[in-house]
């Protein structure tokens, strides 16, 4: 690290530092002395500049031939890939994820970039004809203008990238604020884009808290829509004020995610696919599996079986790439992951394994992934997303009762289902109300070309990503004309 602040990026510049309000810095996990970065905390005025800037380049973008956004949007996927090591090592160092993930992460930002410039040259609108004599209907789709980005801190530059890109390839223009957690990344991104060619004021990065530059976002007049990714609670505000401002929406928000295991399972497989699904990414994922639903057949076998696997898992720096599970993200992470367990544990569910903090010279802070089991379905570690590596297992006599039991949730983002039976597969994918059904995958793992996105107390609004994220991004038109 330098001495030097960075700051937010308005109208085509970096402003300066002293423009904005106190310094924030961004901390590794891994360990907490080494400030990786810091930054110049920007206000809800700076916040109005940039909506200002976005709102005042909005119309020519929106007229922006296709060709020049595919080419910017080329061009930006083209630096993240060519830079994927350097960047996923920042990533890792100020989230935690550990490096190969990160650098799944950083190849999928750079992807959906460059699948989002074939996307802007995609031809789009249908021709009809009226149930009326001589006359012709067009339907086109329009840029919807100044779009605010709110974005969480677990995926620091590919859910930036899935809704930025997006929204230059169907004309917008962006005031984008990323979680203080993870500037950094947002930064590297927001520093390729400013080099992309873009026109100034086309895309804005402003970074400060949620209650001050976020907020600012959410009740100007001048920002046209709103896609958010973070927690229900924050979630639901977001959506209050939208909605009293009629303004267009989209939230991706928690889970609490099951996986089915049934008797007819492959047990290697089930093994796998838990534990991935559940402990990788420091159970840092919207899409984690948090509770495990297993018949009585096989409950026992695979208990043993994910504890044995899980004792083998090394938690460590995430920079290391012997380490299986980084740190968790921050101290306030932590405590939640910690009183979590205490809560399980004075509920009566029994803790097999993990769930402590882990001592180490450095403080960073590690927490070995939490096994629970004898749960019942009321219990709060079963329903409340907490966020992190702590699974909890539900013992049930049959797949009916499974199923019961994981459609048992407020939210419904992703489901997973191992099994080997076609019956039981097909029913599963058919009948969930999840937004994402995985077969014998782990409920997290998502491709960037198709829709992602869940139900209930999980999401709102049109989904991400593939072609659905135009639904969003673009207001439909309908004209008619006398022939
Ligand atoms: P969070 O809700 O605390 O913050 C998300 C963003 O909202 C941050 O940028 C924050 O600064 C901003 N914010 C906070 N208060 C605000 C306010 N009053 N007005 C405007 N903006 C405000 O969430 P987080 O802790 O950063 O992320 C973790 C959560 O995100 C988890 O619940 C996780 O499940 C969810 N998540 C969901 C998905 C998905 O696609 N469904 C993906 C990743 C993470």
Same mark, same amino acid.
């Given at each position: 690290m330098t001495d030097t602040i960075k700051s937010s990026f308005i109208n085509g510049e970096f402003v300066a530092a002293h423009e904005a309000g106190g310094v924030l810095e961004n901390l590794n996990p891994s360990n907490p002395g080494e400030v990786v970065d810091r930054f110049a905390r920007a206000d809800a005025e700076l916040t109005h500049r940039a909506i200002a800037a976005a709102k005042a380049a909005s119309r020519e973008w929106a007229r922006s031939t296709p060709q020049l956004r595919a080419d910017i949007l080329d061009r930006i996927g083209t630096e993240i890939l060519a830079r994927r090591e350097e960047l996923a090592t920042l990533l890792a160092r100020e989230e935690g994820k550990v490096v190969r993930e990160a650098l799944g992460e950083v190849d999928r930002a750079g992807r959906s970039f460059k699948f989002y410039a074939q996307e802007a040259l995609r031809a789009n609108g249908e021709k009809y004809d009226s149930v009326r004599e001589n006359v012709g209907i067009d339907v086109t789709t329009q840029p919807v203008g100044v779009v605010g980005i709110i974005s969480p801190w677990n995926f620091p530059i590919a859910i930036p990238a899935w809704k930025a890109a997006p929204a230059l390839a169907f004309g917008n223009t962006i005031v984008f604020k990323p979680a203080e957690l993870v500037p950094s990344s947002a930064w590297a991104l927001t520093d390729i884009i400013a080099r992309s %060619?873009?026109?100034?004021g086309v895309f804005n990065t402003v970074i400060g808290p949620g209650r =001050?530059? %976020?907020d600012a976002l959410l009740r100007s007049p001048d920002v046209d829509a709103i896609t958010f990714t973070g927690s229900e609670k924050t979630g639901r505000h977001v959506a209050g004020i939208a909605a009293e401002r009629l303004v267009r929406v989209q939230l991706e928000m928690g889970g609490k995610n099951p996986l089915i295991v049934l008797d007819d399972a492959d047990l290697d497989l089930a093994v796998e696919v838990a534990v991935q699904g559940s402990f990788y990414s420091t159970g840092q994922r919207? =899409? !984690? /599996? @948090?509770r495990l639903i297993v018949t009585d057949g096989i409950h026992d076998r695979l208990v043993e079986r994910i504890a044995e696997r899980t004792r083998q898992l090394r938690i460590g720096d995430a920079l290391d790439p012997a380490t299986d599970i980084g740190p968790v993200v921050d101290p306030g992470q932590l405590e939640q992951n910690l009183s979590y367990v205490r809560i399980g544990v004075d509920e009566g569910a029994k803790l097999v394994l993990g769930g402590q903090y882990l001592e180490n010279d450095r403080k960073a802070y590690h927490f070995s992934p939490a096994l629970f089991t004898d749960v019942q379905p009321g219990m709060r570690i079963y329903r409340e997303e907490i966020f992190g590596p702590v699974l909890s297992v539900l013992r049930v006599r049959n797949y009916d009762e499974a199923f019961a039991a994981a459609e048992d949730t407020p939210f419904g983002l /992703? !489901? %997973?289902i191992v099994t080997t039976s076609l019956k039981y597969a097909e029913h &599963?994918?058919?009948? @969930? /109300?999840?937004g994402m059904i995985m077969v014998n995958l782990p409920t997290a793992g998502v491709d960037y070309h198709v829709p992602f996105g869940g139900n209930r107390g999980s999401s709102l609004g049109p989904r991400e990503?593939? =072609?659905? !994220?135009?639904? &969003?991004f673009t207001r439909v038109k309908t004209s008619y004309q006398l022939a």
């Open positions: %060619g873009l026109p100034a =001050t530059v %976020g919207c =899409t !984690a /599996s @948090s /992703s !489901a %997973g &599963f994918k058919r009948n @969930s /109300s999840a990503q593939g =072609t659905y !994220a135009r639904q &969003f």
